[in-house]
């Protein structure tokens, strides 16, 4: 059983960092910490987190200590991350899993934090939570949806239920029907991809796999999905729940007419012959209805009613 963080309350410290790409306008960190505040909390800004280095955050070692100081902070009760982009799996090797196993709270991003999320589950048994960035969070006209399941999952000690309850868009297709139990390991495809043959990528082995993407190609989220099958990864999942891959068209010229597959044609192909659950089009991802999920809490995808439901607590 994986180790759950304690509960935020509000009042609570919590640590923003940035342990991948740096903002493009450094006001919005402002914005974040304003949201945050407004929310209730106190905000700890990482100690590096306004450098730039390229197209990072700062240098790896300096976004790395961001990570352990806020773990290591008995003052910080939980750990956001203001946006991903890009350079969390370059940090992994830097981290202290041991220091993250014994010092559990509440950690939370999407898109490229995908990284940290494998790899604290592969790691340090740790639940953390696939869900808005502080960036997105902070964002004009963020629906009631998206922000009520942030807090619901990170406050509430009890099973969180269905992810697509209260959802005001249902755009859900179910590609197998079934029903499937395991815990919920996944995030984004080019990150899970990316880690591959690495120390800091957990089994799928009996579990529900998450995925959704952002500006790939379908022959790209094709070489991804294959990448998975051939690496022998696939082998034993119990069921496979897809979310909204945003801009992930074929924009390609196409003058002879060729036919073109979707993305949605691409995850059919590749999985259809898995025979497990298969549901497209829940709410999380790089969409502005982005539900929280828990990396590593047991759920169930329901491919009847095309849902997928949270069966354990994520806090404690």
């Known amino acids: 059983m994986p180790k759950l963080p304690r509960r935020l309350n509000l009042g609570d410290t919590l640590g923003l960092i940035l342990p991948a790409s740096a903002p493009a306008d450094p006001a919005s960190i402002d914005q974040a910490i304003a949201l945050f ?3 209730g909390f106190k905000i700890v800004l990482g100690k590096h987190g306004r450098e730039r280095n390229g197209f990072l955050a700062g240098d790896d070692r300096s976004r790395a200590s961001d990570v352990m100081s806020m773990f290591k902070n008995r003052k910080i009760q939980g750990i956001v991350c203001f946006r991903g982009g890009y350079g ?3 940090i992994l090797p830097m981290l202290d899993y041991e220091v993250i196993r014994e010092n559990p709270k509440v950690f939370i991003g999407f898109s490229d934090i995908t990284a940290l999320h494998c790899a604290f589950l ?10 808005p960035n502080g960036a997105s969070l902070s964002e004009e006209n963020v629906p009631e949806f998206t922000l009520s399941s942030w807090l619901k999952s990170l406050k509430q000690p009890a099973a969180y239920g269905s992810i697509s309850q209260g959802c005001p868009d249902a755009d859900i297709q179910i590609v197998r029907k079934g029903k499937a139990v395991g815990g919920l390991v996944g995030g984004n495809l080019a990150l899970v991809s990316s880690l591959v043959g690495t ?3 957990p089994s ?3 579990k529900i796999l998450f995925l959704e993407d952002v500006g790939e190609a379908p022959y790209r989220m094709d070489r991804m999905l294959t990448q998975l099958l051939n690496a022998g990864l696939m082998e034993g999942v119990k069921g496979v729940a897809i979310g909204r891959c945003h801009n992930c068209s074929d924009n390609r010229t196409n003058p002879s007419g060729e036919y073109r597959q979707t993305v949605d044609d691409v995850f059919v192909e590749r999985f259809g012959g898995l025979k497990i659950p298969m549901v497209m089009g829940l709410p999380f ?3 502005s209805l982005n539900a929280t999920l828990p990396v590593g809490v047991k759920a169930e995808l329901d491919a009847t009613k095309g849902d997928l439901i949270i069966l354990e607590p994520a806090v404690s």
Do not use: I, Q
């Open 37 to 39: 505040e407004k929310l």
């Open 88 to 90: 969390t799996p370059r």
């Open 122 to 131: 592969k790691k340090s048994n740790l639940v953390s939570f696939h869900g």
């Open 199 to 201: 120390a800091y990528l």
């Open 204 to 206: 799928f082995k009996d």
């Open 285 to 287: 991802g790089h969409v």
